[in-house]
């Protein structure tokens, strides 16, 4: 065949011709690498942050439920809101409002992002839990 690839009907196609577009698309797939693995980096990120308000939110709803349990067995406001402290996560606010035969505490809290999402707003998460007051 002589430096000649078999023709495609009726044509012959030289081989430096095809060589010389593969050799003109090297380095592309490292270009376009470069251009998108920033966006998966931070794409990773984000989701990895968006767990951690996940697991965030389930420590507010404990607090809220404990909060409520404890002021439910009318253990005081000082105390319920101690306990709700005690599960919440860390610049949480308890509070707990009693009321005729119900007893109701909520947990509030303001999430920052990681400081590569820094530009992000704070995400405020909050519980509320209502128990029946306990008859002694």
């Known amino acids: ?7 495609r009907r009726g044509r012959a196609v030289p081989a430096r011709v095809t060589a010389g577009r593969r050799r003109d698309q ?7 690498t470069v251009m998108v693995l920033p966006l998966l980096v931070l794409l990773t ?3 990895t942050w968006m767990v951690g308000l996940a ?6 709803v404990d607090a809220a439920r404990e909060a409520a349990r404890a002021a439910a067995r009318d253990d005081g406001t000082a105390a319920s809101v ?10 949480a606010t308890v509070t707990v409002a009693t009321g005729g035969s119900e007893v109701t505490a909520t947990v509030r809290v303001r999430v920052q992002g990681p400081s590569v999402l ?16 306990e008859e002694r």
């Open 1 to 7: 065949m002589g430096g000649r690839r078999p023709a």
């Open 26 to 32: 090297r380095g592309a797939v490292t270009a376009e």
């Open 45 to 47: 990120l984000a989701l």
């Open 55 to 60: 697991f965030v939110q389930v420590q507010v």
């Open 82 to 91: 101690a306990a709700g402290r005690r599960v919440a996560p860390e610049g």
């Open 118 to 133: 820094a530009w992000a707003p704070a995400v405020p998460l909050s519980a509320t839990a209502v128990a029946a007051r």
